[in-house]
């Protein structure tokens, strides 16, 4: 009943953001078919310790920046490869500019770090003798994201720490995945656990609603399709097809607690060999 309620109030554009004194958070439903043993309540006790990493001990060097702990060893292992280079790097969300400072410690020094934020206090976060620059903007603005890639772009990593709405998170992944992310290139969406609080909610689907959509678009080769048609060889075997951009250009979608990650890489058919 709340789930149509909130619905409803999706639909008709007036979901508020005091909702949650209003409306029940996310409840958690799942299927019959996964086993008690896996449901059922176990006890899960404080973190004692910090990352043991090499970005959480920048970032404790800095007091204006605001991150979850358990982020660093995620975006450790996402972002170690592209250290080696210089590289561009988009975070969408600038806030005090402590983000923009630990990235640029952390990527080579001749990397390029580009922040946006709505708010134009944050354009004072700008380095740019350092190569960090802040541009003033909505992430639900198509064009000034277009601005921004052509001015920065395109992107090895973009990283959406913004405003965490569940509207702007799609606009922002629908604007920029394509155009502004660099084949090989990482898209990365944090505090995902917004999306199951209501006063974030502000689209009949949320971004981790679509996001498990797009498990299924990077599977898109194989429907209506058979083994034989991606054997190495055989007469059935095919030659070429047509799938969605996404689907063309997706490497691997990795769901990690609140964090979500695209990797981008363009696809060759997938090939099957039968020695
Ligand atoms: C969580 S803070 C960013 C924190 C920063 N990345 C850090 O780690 O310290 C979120 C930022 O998103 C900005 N923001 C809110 N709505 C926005 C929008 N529509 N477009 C761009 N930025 C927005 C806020 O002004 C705020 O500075």
Redesign the pocket.
């Known amino acids: 009943m709340r789930k149509l309620l909130n619905k409803l109030l999706i639909k008709f554009g007036i979901l508020i953001t005091k909702a949650p004194t209003l409306l029940a958070d996310h409840s958690l439903t799942t299927s019959e078919l996964i086993p008690a043993e896996l449901t059922e309540k176990v006890k899960v006790t404080e973190a004692t310790g910090t990352p043991d990493n090499e970005l959480f001990r920048i970032f404790s060097g800095d007091t204006n920046?605001?991150?979850w702990h358990h982020y660093f060893d995620i975006y450790s292992r996402h972002f170690e490869r592209f250290r080696d280079r210089p590289i561009r790097m988009l975070?969408?969300?600038?806030?005090?500019g402590?983000?923009l400072r630990m990235w640029k410690e952390f990527f080579h020094p001749d990397s390029i770090i580009v922040g946006?934020?709505?708010?134009k206090s944050?354009a004072a976060h700008e380095i740019a003798d350092q190569n960090v620059f802040v541009r003033i903007g909505?992430?639900?603005d198509p064009n000034f994201l277009a601005e921004v890639n052509g001015e920065f772009g395109p992107f090895d990593i973009i990283l959406d720490?913004?405003?965490h709405k569940t509207h702007?998170q799609i606009v922002s992944f629908g604007a920029l995945f394509r155009p502004a992310l660099k084949d090989g290139g990482c898209y990365m969406v944090e505090d995902m656990h917004t999306n199951y609080w209501l006063k974030h909610v502000d689209s009949p689907e949320t971004f981790i609603e679509i996001s498990k959509q797009m498990i299924d678009m990077l599977h898109e080769p194989y429907f209506d399709r058979k083994e034989t048609n991606f054997r190495h060889g055989h007469s059935e075997a095919l030659k070429e097809v047509e799938l969605s951009y996404l689907s063309a250009n997706l490497d691997g979608i990795y769901f990690h607690d609140s964090i979500v990650v695209f990797d981008k890489k363009k696809r060759d058919l997938p090939k099957s060999e039968l020695r």
């Open positions: 920046v605001h991150k975070e969408i969300g600038v806030f005090r402590g983000s946006i934020d709505i708010d944050c909505s992430q639900a720490d913004g405003s702007h």
